[in-house]
DNA sequence: TGGGATGTGTTGGCACGTCCAACATTGTTT
DNA sequence: AAACAATGTTGGACGTGCCAACACATCCCA
């Protein structure tokens, strides 16, 4: 697929560093999440399961809080559920109260297509974690999550 | 800076997946990276830094070498040495045995800046690590290295 | 000696994820 | 009523990573 470069061929100020593996591990991860999407089809993103994972998880809200607890930029939001709608994982109709507001919910093909998803994504974290044994991935896991969680730095 | 979604509020079919996590943390070391480069300035990026640490690792060597040996295509070679070079950090003279092939080599300005990036970007190891022990540290960069290098997964 | 294959630097472009600015429109606050 | 804030949408920017095509140089082998 992608030429992959030998890492036996690293600098050793980059090989040292946390940041450069955290960056070779995302670039696998995505090489790994592209090749599950496309191969499941559809043209589904990683927008589009996050989408539908909140929505399924918290139910129908309007765009802009789905927007806020997913961490997606709204305007991207409006691009993937344009996406979503007419493959009716998703119904938008404008809240009652609120004209200017959508309420977006996931319809049952919505929640099929959440599960089958959740399988392909299983299968990554398969492929993914395979170097580790089970003990290992737990650690892995427990580390991760504190170096990714971190309040935003903000500067000073 | 960025938004940063409160990482309370996150579908837990997300926050359970070592993919998942291995996104958010790429997303810090990618905000820490961004912030501590755009601080230091002169525009030089991820890409500079790796192409001076392969120069000053292993000497001298064509472009295309050095696009396969620091994993970058060679036409991003191209640009990133356009950048390096009028700041005096990188030369490039065409090889008198090929004249197709220009050889790059860092010049003492070049290893000055470079040492001086090793700086920022120790600092920034610092502050993305800093929610870990020391020992948690030499785990992690460990297991992320079990994770990050390994070869190319192609397909069955 | 030729001629096809292979290597080289460069340009230009695509895809993807992320983010921001502006806008018309609708609600809220005072 | 007037200033203000929120909503959905459009359009665009940027960084990282690819790939295709090109003109040219060099190599290898028939």
Excluded: C
């Excluded at 043209?43 to 997913?70: F, I, P, V």
């Amino acid at each position: 697929m992608t030429a992959h470069h030998d890492p036996a061929d690293t600098p050793a100020r980059l090989e040292a560093r946390a940041t450069w593996r955290v960056s070779r591990m995302h670039a696998r991860v995505t090489r790994l999440l592209g090749a599950a999407f496309d191969a499941d089809g559809d043209g589904l993103r990683s927008y589009h399961y996050r989408l539908l994972a909140a929505l399924n998880e918290w139910g129908a809200m309007s765009q802009a809080d789905l927007g806020r607890r997913t961490g997606i930029d709204r305007s991207d939001v409006t691009g993937a559920l344009g996406d979503l709608e007419p493959r009716g994982l998703v119904t938008r109709h404008t809240d009652p109260a609120h004209a200017r507001r959508k309420i977006v919910a996931i319809t049952p093909g919505g929640v099929g297509r959440l599960r089958e998803l959740d399988a392909v994504i299983d299968g990554v974290q398969e492929r993914f974690l395979a170097p580790l044994t089970p003990a290992q991935r737990r650690t892995f896991l427990d580390l991760a999550s504190r170096l990714a969680d971190v309040p935003p730095d903000d500067g000073s």
